[in-house]
């Protein structure tokens, strides 16, 4: 069982390491696979050794083999993330179909995580991404009910979509008409939410909404009270849906029936 485990993890290095290539590449309009692998700043295309996830980064101390310039840790950073969600995800699910489902989305997430992080946008080729994948799970579960659904209706992902894309599409509107300006809320958040509401179904799609609004609610606060001069200081949403999204893919009905019990 334990090779199991350890062959998953490496699957995640290896995806982390794609991942990165996603995340440093797509908010510049580069292509993905082209040209390969090289570094950013003398240009030199690099070699296999230099590739080895994580431990690459490790024995060159952090810098390019070739110029010397300083590499991000950033690389390995999520890297690591990658490969330790995916081993969660494997003790979570096992060998039912919606391991690689849950993984497929999680990757997606990571991305999304990074860019919006960095850059305040989540680019419209994530979101087609995770609709491709999606729609193979909606087809899938025609034949075979997808177990985090809750239930067996050909239309509960269809559902999902109109929660988390419907409900912050409204929101988004709203405060279009209060603030006079589309800034408080990025149609990239109202986007994400429509591959999200496939992947996770009507109910688990609620969780995550409430889990991100609660939680970038909290850190908004929090900012509030850090620099009281700075009111306009804001952060990007796209963070909080993607680890909320996380979270229920693994703890999602956990969460829910500890909730309801509360009420
Ligand atoms: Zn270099």
Excluded at 1 to 18: A, E, K, R
Excluded at 27 to 45: A, D, K, L, M
Excluded at 84 to 97: D, E, I, N, P, Q
Excluded at 124 to 151: C, K, M, R, S
């Amino acid at each position: 069982m334990i090779i199991l485990y350890l062959f998953v993890f490496i699957l995640g290095l290896v995806i982390g390491s794609f991942l990165n290539v996603c995340i440093y590449r797509i908010p510049r309009g580069e292509s993905i696979v082209n040209p390969p692998s090289h570094c950013t700043n003398c240009g030199t295309r690099l070699q296999p050794p230099d590739l080895v996830p994580v431990l690459s980064f490790l024995f060159l101390k952090g810098k390019c083999r070739y110029c010397g310039v300083k590499v991000s840790p950033r690389y390995a950073v999520v890297e690591l993330v990658t490969a330790l969600a995916f081993t969660m995800l494997f003790h979570r699910y096992g060998f039912s179909v919606y391991f690689p489902a849950a993984a497929y989305l999680t990757a997606i997430l990571i991305v999304v995580f990074a860019i919006d992080l960095e850059h305040r946008i989540i680019p419209n080729g994530l979101v087609i991404a995770g609709l491709i994948g999606g729609a193979a799970l909606t087809v899938y579960n025609v034949f075979h009910p997808v177990v985090i659904y809750g239930d067996r209706h050909w239309w509960n992902p269809l559902l999902g979509i109109a929660v988390g894309s419907g409900f912050l599409f409204v929101v988004a509107v709203i405060s279009v008409f209060i603030y006079k300006s589309d800034e408080a809320m990025g149609m990239g958040d109202v986007k994400i939410f429509a591959p999200i509401g496939i992947f996770l179904g009507w109910r688990m799609t609620a969780v995550a909404l409430f889990l991100s609004v609660v939680t970038a609610g909290i850190a908004g606060l929090l900012l509030m009270l850090k620099s009281m001069k700075n009111r306009k200081a804001t952060f990007p949403f796209g963070p909080f849906i993607a680890l909320s999204s996380y979270i229920v893919l693994l703890w999602g009905w956990d969460i829910l029936v500890w909730y309801l019990k509360r009420l």
